[in-house]
């Protein structure tokens, strides 16, 4: 793997510098020089621009002398002779192009060790809590929670396969204003309903199912606030079978009202008081978040008695501390970007670690039909809901969509490109390249299981070896995705490995006259499918066997 690769490529170059007589460095300037190459050889360093200032020397011209003594070194090197070349390009970039040989032997061993050779133990089995969607339960999940579900979820995925121990959880807001204004809607629409002149307040909840919910209860005689209840209840259990279609599960489901009847924000409050981090002021308790970083204090029970948003999410994340886990993530939506810095805070004053606290904020979607926005209105209800997506376009094409661009970018959603069945289409172009593999392995059969008998060494092709380098790089590509919180880039690997597929068997074919190398190119196509297999299976994306 490259990990492994990086590694030895560091102490060649740590020894090559002491041979060089170059002592201003640490091991860690020559770790962090390294990166992964895009066309010139497949990783190189930029440390020549690191030493350059401390050398006073120009960076071209130390990558040089570096570049020829590794040469030199490498060459004695039993264990780094799978190096073809080191050379110094650009303006002092320092670059490694490793042999044909050695990436036939990574095939050989990918195919060999299966899952195991992309295995990574980063992770450690260290606890993680993905809490994601967490949509209060007063109406059907728009595109901005379909967003954030399949960004959650697919993250989740990913730090799975990287050996973190992952626990995705929906926290339940199903208290508060919200929920009571919710029952009025619902109580005012049955009023309509019932022959009455209503005047139906701005900030109420519009939409259409407010109706639906008024229709089904109108018979029914509730209380206010059991009404409120009740047609949550409904809610949940509409967003609850949305995201099962949408391939999205939680392991917990947690309860803001559970929270409270426990005691513990009381508690973490009492907690707090008592380290003298809460203050009266105008007749609310105020937490003084200054002290750890926030721009000003903020309020957790107001002049009412009634909590702010703040004091169940004190007790919330302190909960999950509890519970074990050492690295909480957060996906929340664009207009929560200013409540990062009170509830890191408020962890601080818990005497928590706030760096164990990440929030990622994903941007919003905008919906395409024809190539016109369709537009949308939250407080009027009219919006575009996940459940319209899924029936438009389908699960996978949904999952893909929403995961192919930067959660830190807006996303453009075009339904029409989103339902064709063509190469235009990147999740029917990827998915088509497991196809049509798995078509090619049905006509083929690769004799030995173990990959023994083949000739890989036949395997000399410029495609073939351009596929073989992008399989490498799988578990790279998914440790940039944990670096960067972000798994749009496993979209992004498999439309380039799907290409290059695409573009070997254009230019090769794969059962030929000659078994030797029909085997061969046999086994670097089923290295290719599992490799899109696992991609897809982690975005949660079917895997078709014919198309």
């Keep these: 793997m490259i990990k492994d690769v990086q590694e030895k490529l560091e102490i060649l170059v740590a020894d090559t510098l002491k041979l060089l007589d ?14 992964l190459s895009s066309g010139f050889g497949e990783l190189s360093t930029n440390l020549a621009f690191k030493l350059a200032g401390r050398l006073k020397q120009s960076p071209r011209t130390l990558a040089e002398a570096i570049a020829a ?7 004695a090197k039993i264990d780094v002779q799978y190096i073809q070349d080191v050379l110094a390009e650009g303006a002092g970039f320092i670059n490694f192009y490793l042999s044909p040989d050695f990436f036939r032997q990574q095939l050989h061993k990918m195919l060999f060790q299966g899952r195991d050779y992309f295995r990574s133990d980063i992770g450690k089995n260290k606890k993680v809590l993905v809490e994601f969607v967490s949509a209060n339960p007063t ?19 990913i730090f799975s396969f990287l050996n973190f121990d992952v626990t995705k959880e929906y926290y339940l807001n199903d208290e508060g204003n919200q929920i009571n204004i919710l029952g009025k809607s619902v109580e005012l629409r049955i009023k309509e309903l019932n022959g009455e002149k209503i005047e139906f307040p701005e900030n109420y909840y519009q939409g259409e199912y407010i109706y639906d919910l008024a229709r089904e209860l109108k018979q029914k005689e509730f209380e206010a606030e059991d009404l409120a209840g009740f047609a949550a209840g409904k809610i949940l259990a509409i967003i609850k079978e949305e995201l099962k279609d949408f391939g999205v599960g939680f392991d917990s489901w947690y309860s803001q009202k559970s929270l409270r009847e426990s005691g513990k924000i009381t508690e973490v409050l009492e907690s707090l008081k008592q380290k003298n981090f809460l203050y009266e002021q105008d007749q609310a308790l105020w937490l003084r978040s200054t002290e750890f970083g926030d721009d000003k204090d903020r309020v957790v029970i107001k002049s009412d008695g009634s909590y702010t948003y703040l004091a169940p999410d004190i007790a919330y994340h302190e909960d999950k501390f509890k519970r074990g886990f050492q690295w909480l993530i957060n996906l929340w939506g664009p207009d929560h970007h200013g409540y990062i810095s009170r509830l890191k805070s408020s962890i601080s004053a818990c005497n928590r670690d706030s760096e164990a606290l990440s929030v990622i ?23 575009i809901t996940l459940r319209e997506v899924l029936n438009e376009v389908g699960t996978d094409a949904a ?39 798995s078509s090619i392995l049905r006509q083929g059969n690769i004799k030995n299981k173990d990959y023994s008998d083949t000739d890989f060494s036949l395997l000399k092709e410029k495609e073939e070896l351009d596929l073989i380098r992008k399989l490498w790089t799988f578990t790279y590509m998914l440790e940039v995705c944990l670096k960067t919180l972000d798994p749009y880039m496993v979209t992004a690997y498999l439309q380039e490995v799907a290409e290059l597929f695409h573009r070997f068997y254009d230019h090769h074919r794969v059962l030929t006259n000659d078994t030797l190398l029909s085997q061969a190119r046999l086994s670097l196509i089923q290295a290719t499918k599992n490799i899109l297999a696992q991609g897809l299976s982690l975005l949660g994306v079917s895997l078709p066997d014919k198309m």
Excluded at 361 to 383: C, H, N, P, W
Aim: contains cysteine.
């Design 139 to 157: 109406g059907p999940l728009s595109v901005a929670h379909a967003r954030q579900a399949v960004v959650g979820d697919a993250l989740a995925n």
């Design 69 to 75: 003594e590794l040469k030199k070194n490498y060459q």
């Design 361 to 383: 904020i994903v941007q919003l979607a905008t919906i395409f039909r024809d190539g016109k926005i369709i537009e949308m209105s939250t407080r009027k209800g009219q919006y």
């Design 22 to 35: 170059i002592s201003c460095v640490v091991r860690d300037d020559i770790k962090d020089s390294f990166f």
């Design 399 to 437: 999952r893909f969509f929403f995961l192919m661009r930067k959660t830190s970018s807006h996303l453009n959603f075009d339904l029409e490109l989103a339902k064709k069945q063509t190469s235009e289409n990147p999740v029917y172009y990827v998915q088509y390249a497991h196809a049509r593999i």
